[in-house]
């Protein structure tokens, strides 16, 4: 024992370096292990807690999701003069790889195939002769259609914004861009331009529009009146593009849509619809002649205020394109 004491302290001028190298209470765990402890040391074969090697038996790693890998340390033996361990973390963090999904197309809307409905007494659109067919006449290609072409008279009424969406009835559904529909309606007073007593020289509240790439026709126009024995509705017939909207002879289809009677009884207390909320109040549904027998594929759905203006949707599935 005395002669391993002595060789402690008798290991060469190497030795006494590096020991001075270490922190006091390394020296002191160094003089604990004995010779064969500080040879080993200086061999390199022991590293402690804080050198630059990596422990054998050191720490493990463990996969934490989305994060990479984080080293969990492996406990010294107890010791009352043990170093306290620190985890240490992996160097490399692997980054989660996210899928970039392409951006859909919308999805069609599918519809059921809106019934085939009657022009009416007042279409307007050839079939009753050439004086009497408002597709010939210049400018009925428009948007704005409450003002007549020829005298510029302006129809009287709450403003109405139509929003029709043509797609095709079944298969693919897909948006019918490129076709053209003819709208037409009565005005506040339940009167059809080119036909009632005193609008005959009118041909106000008529229009035509081709369909944008989505299927879509926009129309400015004014809230229809109700006259007696109909249900308020708007008619339209539906044309390959705008080059044959010239005539009733190029039809594809034919329909009317429906209008909410909770929105007519608001629009109809307005003094400017003279009898209209009387003759709605003498009319319904079930009893009209063209709605009676179902109505839920031609009732559009109208939002807005009197104040600022309404808006009438409609999703319109052409059958037969």
């Avoid at 109809?268 to 319904?284: C, E």
């Amino acid at each position: 024992m005395e002669q391993e004491h002595r060789d402690l302290f008798d290991l060469g001028l190497q030795a006494d370096l590096t020991m001075l190298q270490q922190s006091p209470l390394t020296r002191r765990r160094l003089l604990k292990l004995g010779l064969v402890g500080i040879t080993s040391f200086l061999a390199g074969c022991t590293p402690f807690a804080g050198q630059s090697s990596t422990p054998t038996g050191g720490p493990t790693s463990t996969s934490v999701a989305g994060s990479g890998s984080v080293s969990s340390p492996t406990a010294l033996p107890a010791s009352p003069t043990a170093l306290p361990a620190s985890p240490t973390v992996a160097a490399t963090v692997s980054t989660p790889t996210t899928a970039v999904t392409p951006t859909s197309a919308p999805v069609a809307e599918c519809v059921s195939p809106i019934p085939t409905e009657t022009a009416g007494p007042f279409p307007g659109d050839g079939s009753q002769g050439a004086s009497l067919n408002v597709l010939a006449r210049s400018g009925v290609v428009r948007q704005d259609i409450r003002t007549s072409l020829g005298t510029g008279n302006l129809a009287a009424g709450i403003p109405l914004r139509l929003e029709l969406k043509l797609v095709r009835a079944g298969g693919d559904c897909a948006p019918l861009a490129g076709y053209a529909l003819y709208a037409w309606h009565c005005d506040a007073q339940g009167r059809y331009s080119m036909y009632s007593s005193g609008v005959e020289g009118e041909d106000y509240l008529r229009g035509v529009q081709a369909a944008d790439a989505n299927g879509i026709v926009v129309f400015q126009t004014i809230f229809p009146g109700c006259y007696s024995g109909r249900w308020p509705h708007v008619h339209f017939e539906i044309y390959p593009s705008l080059d044959q909207a010239t005539s009733a002879r190029n039809v594809v289809h034919t329909s009317q849509l429906a209008l909410p009677e909770d929105i007519c009884r608001q629009v109809y207390a307005d003094p400017q619809y003279g009898n209209s909320l009387n003759n709605l109040g003498r009319i319904s549904l079930e009893r009209d002649g063209i709605f009676r027998d179902g109505w839920q594929t031609q009732m559009a759905t109208v939002t807005g205020s009197l104040n600022d203006g309404l808006v009438a949707r409609l999703t319109i599935g052409v059958p037969g394109v």
